[in-house]
């Protein structure tokens, strides 16, 4: 029995005293340097992961609340001035009136009251005369661009479908959802007398510059 014990104190001692000798070594070479910078580099790493979630999240956040900027603090008074509403394919600026009686339309583009306004999510409705104005509406169509400008900023859309529709169609003015100019005027556009039916463009938000408040 006392000759298995110290044989196993033997083996006991030998091990530990391995153990101690690996150690001493491991930390003067290079496998320790190599380690420590493993583990540091993965700390760092898993640190740079929870920054880049936090900006990502910062960045989605301020995204949103940017979406919900007010943009008319102030509401235009019918029969005001709100705007304007530049055609490229036409070379043409054009003012815009809050409202569509025959008092805006006579001085510019009439704005829908009822929808809402440049640039807000849903349906903004313009219209004018086709013998005025929006004489040569005609040649706009797919893929043109009508810039709006108001006091709330510079909204660009691009026109994505073009409708005829009977003068009594509502179709124009429903609700949208997403930020949509609607432009229209009567047509056909050489048409003596009361025109039967409208020409009207659909067009959607593709960018927008806020003014600063």
């Not at 091990?15 to 150690?23: N, Q």
């Not at 086709?130 to 709330?152: Q, Y």
């Not at 003068?167 to 048409?191: G, M, Q």
């Amino acid at each position: 029995m006392k000759k298995k014990w110290r044989k196993r104190r033997f083996i006991l001692l030998g091990l530990s005293l391995a153990l101690i000798i690996f150690g001493f070594w491991f930390s003067t070479t290079n496998t320790y340097k190599f380690a420590k910078g493993y583990f540091m580099y993965k700390t760092k790493q898993s640190e740079d992961v929870v920054l880049t979630v936090s900006q990502s999240e910062e960045k989605t956040e301020q995204k949103v609340e940017n979406e919900h900027v007010e943009l008319y603090p102030v509401r235009p008074e019918i029969g005001e001035e709100m705007g304007e509403l530049y055609i490229p394919k036409l070379e043409a600026t054009l003012p815009i009136f809050h409202g569509t009686s025959e008092d805006e339309l006579e001085n510019g583009v009439g704005h829908f009251a009822e929808s809402v306004l440049p640039g807000e999510n849903d349906n903004s409705v313009l219209s004018g005369h086709r013998d005025t104005i929006f004489r040569e509406l005609g040649e706009v169509g797919e893929g043109d661009l009508l810039i709006v400008k108001t006091s709330a900023g510079e909204f660009t859309y691009k026109v994505k479908k073009v409708r005829i529709v009977d003068e009594d169609d509502r179709t124009a003015i429903v609700p949208k959802p997403r930020a949509t100019l609607t432009v229209s005027t009567c047509y056909p556009f050489y048409f003596v007398g009361a025109a039967p039916e409208r020409y009207v463009l659909v067009a959607n938000l593709i960018s927008k510059e806020i003014t600063a408040s």
